[in-house]
């Protein structure tokens, strides 16, 4: 009987302790602020994603690489934005509960700080794959060298560039590794090509022979832009006379547009009698 009296004073107590106005109305505050951080937080998110979503809203005249780019921005943004949110979020509401927030602050420092050391290499990786993004240095389909790498590239991401040589190699290249950026796809490639013709030869005549070539040349083959100009004698050689060609032509087509006036000069100087200077061995009998 006695313990049966002494369960029902501690209940009575408990009971009068819950149902107490003071208590109440804290856990109803609390509880209120909780509603009202959760509320508020969902808002801003919604907000903020709005806002993300008109910045980098979609237009018809941006190609595909601005698209992806834009794309891959909305996603860091959303990312990191609800990432903050859940953090300040939480810290509050633990805020809310009594729970002491300083030392867990304090402690996600100390934690971040330890991570930021071990992760700062994948941290530089995400970092310059972002501006690299943002500020267009390449685009997927451009001929680049980075990072002693030369090839078109095939992929650009937060953390690894990928880019393809002309062996057919995919290298995976670490966005942080990525110093300097070579960019040979430019708007025009200039083409230089020097035509040897033997001493002998009337330089005069070779060079209004490579004049009318070089007119020929520019109606048939739009990818050169500019030229090809005919700029004279570039050198003396030992054993020939180097006359010089420039032309600009379209990126990716100046090596096709090279090798073709390469032929078109020897094909052009045989047909004329012009004579191209070459290593070859007379053997004279003495008998």
Same mark, same amino acid.
């Given at each position: 009987m006695g313990d049966f009296t002494d369960f029902e004073g501690v209940f009575n107590s408990f009971i009068k302790r819950i149902l107490d106005p003071d208590l109440l109305m804290k856990i109803g505050v609390g509880l209120l602020q909780l509603a009202g951080i959760l509320? #508020?937080?969902k808002l801003l998110l919604k907000l903020g994603n709005y806002l993300i979503d008109r910045l980098f809203e979609e237009k018809t005249k941006y190609d595909q690489y601005v698209k992806r780019r834009n794309k891959t921005l909305q996603i860091v943004l959303k990312s990191a934005l609800r990432y903050i949110l859940y953090f300040l979020g939480g810290t509050m509401g633990l805020d809310v509960l009594g729970v002491p927030t300083t030392s867990i602050i304090a402690g996600a420092g100390v934690v971040g700080l330890a991570v930021g050391f071990g992760a %700062? &290499? @994948?941290v530089r990786d995400v970092i310059t794959g972002f501006f690299i993004l943002f500020e267009r240095q390449f685009s997927i389909g451009d001929y680049v060298k980075v990072a002693g790498i030369e090839g078109i590239v095939q992929e650009i991401g937060l953390r690894v560039t990928k880019v393809r040589n002309f062996d057919g190699d995919l290298h995976i290249i670490p966005n942080g590794k990525i110093e %300097? #950026? !070579? &960019? @040979?796809s430019s *708007? !025009?490639?200039r083409i230089v090509i020097d035509a040897p013709i033997d001493y002998d030869q009337n330089i005069k005549e070779a060079i209004d022979i490579l004049k009318e070539l070089a007119n020929e040349l520019?109606?048939?083959?739009? %990818?050169?832009? *500019?030229g090809p100009t005919v700029q004279g004698v570039q050198e003396l050689a030992g054993s020939s006379v180097n006359i010089r060609l420039v032309a600009m032509a379209e990126p990716m087509e100046s090596w096709q547009i090279a090798r073709i006036i390469r032929q078109r000069v020897k094909e052009r100087f045989d047909e004329k009698g012009i004579e191209i200077p070459y290593n070859h061995m007379v053997i004279v009998n003495k008998q």
């Open positions: 509320i #508020v937080g %700062q &290499n @994948l %300097q #950026v !070579t &960019n @040979l *708007e !025009t490639r520019k109606e048939e083959f739009p %990818q050169i832009k *500019e």
